[in-house]
Every structure is written in C-alpha cells, then in structure tokens.
C-alpha cells in the first residue's frame, strides 16, 4: 500500500500530515510507529491524521511515535491548519478542528507578534508561516487533568527516584507537569523526563516541561514529550508553562517562550480566561512511501 504524505514542522517539533479523508489505513496505529523510525521509516515526532468531521471543520487525530494516540499537540495543529490552507482545503481564515481535546480554533493572526531572528539558541528563524491557535481553557483540577489527587496541583512534592521534585500539573487537553528549574542547560532532562512520564501519579503519563524564568515576560523550556522524548518544542507545554508560572507568581499572564526549536507567543486572556497561542509552522517535503 502506498501513501502519500507532508513533512512538516512547528519550531522543529517535526509531523507527518497523512490526507485519510478517502484513505483507510489498516492497523494505523502499527504503521505510525514504524514510520515513525528515524533510520527506517520517515521519522517523526507526531503523525497527524486529516478526517472529515460531522461536528467540525475537520478532525485531527494524533499518534506519538511510539503508536500511542493522544489528544493534542500545539504545534501539530499549526502545521495542521496550514496544511489546509495551502492545498485550499478552506478558504476560512479560523478553522474549527475535532480533536480528542475538543474543537480547537486555529486562526491566521492579523499582526503576528513574533519577528524573524527571534528564534532561542541560535537567533536564526526557523521560517514557515505564523498561526494563531486558540487553544482553550487550561484545566487544573487533578483528577481531570490527570493526576492521582483531588484538587489543584501546585508545588507538590513528587518523589523521583532518590530526588524530590516540586511539580505543577495543567491539562491543555493533555496532561503537563511543569518543573522550574534553576539552569536549563545543565538539567538532565532526558534521565528525569522518561521517569516522571510514566510515574503512577499519573494514570495516563504525562508530558513534562523543564522552565527556567529569565522574567516575567521570558521563559526558556525544554520538554520531554508523552511517547516520544525529549523534543525541539511542545506547543500545550509551552500554553501549560505560562499557566504554571503565572499562577506561581513568576510570569505576566502574557510572555515568550524560549524553546530549543525557538519562540512561541503565549497569551492567557483575561477576558475568557482561553490560552492563545502563536507560532510559525513549515513544510518541509511531500512524499510517498509504501507499508
């Protein structure tokens, strides 16, 4: 069977787009974990799956590459969104998009905040073109995000190995644990990601976002991302981070997030207490492989 698909990425959070809307793909999820190899297969971070949708515009389905499906990923969607627009499957400038998360609402921004040559470490900009994403609102409430505790989630002393870590858990429609951190650089972010992703006090692993506070307008973060490591960037991260220290008192509730793959703008309105975020996303290739 041969299928045709995009490379695309979000700050080098790298995707594949597979069009599904007239396409059935036996045993899928077996299929996006073999692509998913970097030797051999296609590679990815996440596989991103176009639907047809009877409650929205269209629906997204999502697989880590270890073949897990998930419910959202921020960066996804941007390239998602762009996918449509630049094959004309829309001429809307905000889609309403199905996912495992709910309707997510991905917009072209009129006045995109962010500049070229923004991008952390390098300066250099990873180009591709900007999308807004309204991506809801953040759910703190353990139980539903989730976590194995009643009530909100901030400074909890989790138990790691021989080490205790003071966590926060937000759910973007994916379940966060953010983590500050004092130097970024140096954290061991892979040996302490991989434990916390799949320890018990979270039912269904989690993503876990590294953050050290530049100022209340600056974040730097690496991220450990659900099923498949550490990654360039996580989009609901980056949304989660910004919830995290602003409840913590750390962050206005607008900043920049400095990734490894470079910038997002995160907004956590006010007015309808929704998370916006904006960022650039890219095309890379298309192509066709045979499963």
């Not at 697989?63 to 630049?86: H, L, P, Q, S, T």
């Not at 602003?246 to 509730?253: E, F, H, P, Y």
Request: overall charge negative.
């Amino acid at each position: 069977m041969k299928i045709n698909f995009t490379k695309m990425h979000g700050l080098g959070n790298d995707f594949i787009v597979i069009d599904c809307r007239e396409l059935d793909i036996p045993n899928l999820t077996d299929v996006m974990k073999k692509l998913s190899h970097r030797q051999f297969g296609i590679g990815f971070d996440q596989a991103l799956i176009l639907y047809n949708s009877n409650i929205a515009d269209f629906k997204m389905d999502i697989y880590n590459a270890d073949g897990g499906r998930v419910e959202m990923c921020g960066n996804g969607i941007r390239c998602f969104a762009k996918y449509i627009w630049d094959r004309n499957l829309s001429v809307k400038n905000e889609l309403a998009i199905e996912t495992l998360a709910g309707i997510i609402k991905p917009k072209i921004p009129p006045n995109p905040p962010l500049e070229k040559g923004a991008g952390y470490p390098s300066k250099g900009w990873v180009g591709g073109d900007f999308v807004q994403v309204d991506m809801g609102e953040p759910i703190l409430e353990g139980r539903k995000i989730p976590v194995n505790l009643d009530g909100k989630v901030i400074d909890y002393a989790l138990h790691v190995g021989d080490e205790i870590f003071l966590i926060t858990s937000v759910s973007m429609g994916n379940p966060h644990c953010v983590i500050f951190v004092q130097d970024i650089d140096k954290f061991p972010v892979k040996k302490i990601g991989a434990m916390i992703e799949k320890h018990p006090f979270f039912p269904k692993r989690t993503n876990v976002e590294f953050i050290q506070v530049i100022n209340k307008k600056e974040l730097k973060m690496r991220v450990w991302e659900r099923g498949s490591g550490e990654t360039l960037a996580c989009g609901t991260g980056a949304c989660a981070s910004l919830v995290a220290a602003n409840i913590k008192g750390l962050a206005d509730r607008e900043a920049v997030i400095h990734l490894l793959g470079g910038d997002l703008q995160i907004n956590w309105s006010k007015e309808d207490n929704h998370v916006y975020m904006t960022g650039p996303a890219a095309e890379v290739f298309e192509g066709v492989v045979e499963v």
